[in-house]
């Protein structure tokens, strides 16, 4: 499968109903409270980098985002918004997607990528361990939570 990754604004129909089915998946695995969904609103926020991939025939199939923090003690990147359309999956879509984004991520002078997800995605679990992501502690507003996994990963 062919496909392009592209910078987008999540508000178009189309990249709405793939980040609602996103949200499906992870309220059928978890309970709201233990469920980060950046809204649509804040993927739009300037401090986001929001990517579509798109197939041969230019059908959104997998979505991602990176929002850039600055504490002031230090400044990361965090991995949100990964989904993969199930048709699409098992082809590097979703290690395509993490590629670019660690590229934007760099390019914004960010060296630190951190992400949450939860403990049954194992599929998401494995490509992050894949790729270089370690485990840690809550991180930026998160708390301790015994469904959810904190990874980070130098990008220098």
Known sequence: MAFRIDRED???PEVIALLE???AYGASLYPAESNHFLPLDALRADNVHFVVARDEQNAAVGTGAIALADDGAEAWAELKRMWVVPEARGKGL????LGDLEVRARGAGFALLRLETGIANHEALALYERTGFIRRGPFGDYREDPLSVFMEKRLD
Do not use: E, Q, R
């Open 10 to 12: 999540p508000a178009t």
């Open 21 to 23: 089915d996103g949200d």
């Open 94 to 97: 979703s290690k395509a997607i």
